[in-house]
């Protein structure tokens, strides 16, 4: 298990210049961006895809600085109703797949995207009850439109040899582990987690137990490292779906943290102890988004706690059971 970073914080510097400053913080894998929202500065598509000196560039630029890439991101909606944006994320995703396999990256970060609530409406709609009826057939619609599509990604996944790692993320189809779970078994097995705890955190859902969840089935890709805090005083009087500004701190139910900040160090060592549990041996990819804190201060503190936290050797033979 090793540490790596999602890179969008680092916009403002070359791949060169993100490497050489993450080298120097022991990091050792990157997720750059190649679409979507995390947008493609370290890593753009159309420079890369196709482009042998191109790859060869950034193949020397990782070895330089012992680097790996644990996965290339690319979040969007393929799903939208607005049949432009949909081939545009599609393109983006299909592209990413074909890129990471050609870099021999094992995995595509993603959304699972989020249809309409029906064939005529304009604007994704995302469920979170069964009540009133019209809700729960709209449901079974979005579902009708997300089967054949990820099982047509699943198949195109399959023949570059990549996965394809969803986060689980409301205002998503996908924005729990049972949801995630349908859509590996109703599609195929490229199709699995990209685990960020972090939206989970608020959902109240308890992570390890999540991680044993889909781990049982084969479906942990990639992992986050993300952490989230929830405020009380703010959560008792208005719950946890919260539409305040993220940048509105003070009112909010709850926020993105830096790793330990919204959880402590001992419960981050639960979660690289049950990841290695169900099998988990790739990266922990830092995803900064703690509004309270600068990017690299924020990065610098969860690798901090992240190297005390991971395993670097394999287990040995449990002698004193013996």
């Not at 479906?219 to 490292?225: G, N, P």
Request: charged content about 25%; some cysteine; glycine content about 8%.
């Amino acid at each position: 298990m090793d540490i790596g970073v999602h890179t969008p914080p680092l916009a403002d510097e070359s791949l060169e210049g993100a490497l050489s400053y993450l080298d120097g913080l022991g990091v050792s894998a990157i997720e750059p961006g190649v679409g979507g929202h995390p947008g493609e500065d370290h890593l753009s598509r159309a420079e890369y895809l196709d482009n042998d000196a191109e790859q060869q560039q950034v193949r020397n630029l990782l070895e330089e600085y012992d680097m790996r890439i644990s996965a290339l991101a690319t979040h969007n909606n393929p799903l939208h109703p607005n049949d432009e944006r949909a081939e545009r994320a599609d393109t983006e995703l299909r592209e990413a797949i074909e890129l990471a396999g050609q870099l021999d990256v094992d995995a595509v970060t993603c959304f699972s995207g989020l249809p309409a609530g029906g064939p005529n409406d304009e604007v994704p709609n995302w469920i979170t009850a069964p009540w009133p009826p019209e809700h729960e057939e709209a449901l079974e619609y979005q579902w009708e439109q997300a089967i054949p599509y990820w099982s047509d990604i699943n198949d195109y996944a399959d023949e570059h040899g990549v996965d394809v790692a969803i986060e689980m993320h409301p205002n998503m189809l996908v924005y729990e582990p049972h949801g995630m779970a349908r859509l590996r078994e109703e599609t195929g097995e490229r199709i699995g987690a990209n685990f960020d705890p972090s939206h989970l955190y608020w959902q109240g859902i308890t992570i390890t137990d999540a991680i044993r969840y889909l781990g049982e089935r084969d479906a942990i890709h990639h992992v986050h490292a993300k952490d989230t805090k929830i405020y009380d005083a703010q959560a008792r009087e208005k719950g946890v779906l919260d539409t305040t500004a993220y940048d509105d701190e003070p009112n909010r139910s709850w926020l993105f943290r830096s790793v330990g900040y919204g959880h402590g160090e001992g419960h981050w060592k639960d979660i690289v102890s049950t990841l290695r549990m169900v099998g988990y041996d790739g990266a922990l990819s830092i995803e900064h988004e703690d509004s309270l804190t600068s990017s690299r201060e924020g990065l610098e503190k969860a690798v901090d706690l992240l190297e005390r936290a991971i395993f670097e050797t394999e287990p040995g033979e449990a002698y004193w059971a013996d």
